[in-house]
């Protein structure tokens, strides 16, 4: 379970992240939504610990973000929004570079490669450099690489971001496996079609703060909407939707 509380976050004048709170629940997929500019990513890069609140609290799994970043790390695999894959490895070393990181065992490490390679259908990329990869490929070595130690918390950015809509399709019905496991699965996206199909609660950042925390049922009877992109809209504000 990853616990948000209070969260601020400001470069010089500008306040990217002004006072969020959330929480992304155990056997739940939550999304994170907003519009470009409106402090998601960097929401998400304090909450894996790449970056240090001005004020606020990260708790995973119950522990503290701050005291203890190492230890979040340990509960968090994280797709972050720049891959960041190496391209003179194969997909298969990448994962297996990630994996000692850790401090995984050989023995483990081969298991948990396999598993990862079936699960994301990446058996005939296993074994070439990432060097040419199509984005779809990129994505799934990314994650079988954030996946490697068998977290219980994952975070993905954008997951889908570029990719076709068979690869879109297969990253789907791997993130509602993660949710079957019993997982806490919180994500960003733009793509609504994609929030309606997998979230059970959104949470929605406008101007650095939440202006929405509820089930897709809840915001579609809060903003007396049909649709999620009418609701999103109506919660934003139509100008600032313009503007993303």
């Known amino acids: ?17 002004d006072g969020v709170s959330f929480s992304a629940r155990d056997g739940e997929i939550t999304g994170l939504l907003g519009p470009n500019g409106a402090g ?12 240090a609140p001005d004020r606020g609290q990260v708790l995973v799994d119950g522990i503290d973000a701050a005291r203890d970043p190492l230890g ?13 894959l190496y391209k003179r490895l ?13 401090g995984m065992s050989e023995a483990l490490l081969t298991t948990r490669r396999a598993t990862l390679i079936e699960a994301l259908g990446m058996a005939d990329i296993a074994n070439r450099r990432t060097e040419g990869f199509s984005q779809g490929q990129r994505v799934k070595t990314a994650i079988a690489r954030a996946l ?43 793509i609504m079609q994609e929030v309606a199909a997998l979230c059970d609660r ?23 909407t049909n649709t999620l992109e009418d609701a999103f809209v109506s919660l934003i504000g139509s100008d600032e939707g313009l503007a993303a």
Request: net charge positive; charged share 25%.
């Open 90 to 102: 194969t997909a298969s070393e990448n994962i297996d570079y990630f994996a000692r990181l850790h």
């Open 148 to 190: 490697v130690h068998d977290p219980h918390n994952v975070i993905l950015d954008e997951p889908t971001n570029g990719l076709d809509v068979m690869a879109t399709r297969a990253l789907r019905q791997f993130m509602a496996g993660l949710k079957a496991e019993g997982r806490c699965v919180l994500f960003s996206s733009h």
């Open 202 to 224: 959104i949470v929605v950042i406008a101007r650095g703060r939440v202006v929405a925390d509820d089930t897709p049922q809840a915001l579609l009877a809060r903003t007396g």
């Open 40 to 51: 998601k990513t960097t929401a998400l890069r304090m909450l894996y610990t790449l970056m």
């Open 72 to 84: 979040v790390r340990r509960r968090l695999g994280v797709l972050p929004d720049a891959r960041g």
């Open 1 to 17: 379970m990853i616990e948000v509380s209070d969260l601020h976050k400001a470069f010089g004048a500008v306040k990217a992240v």
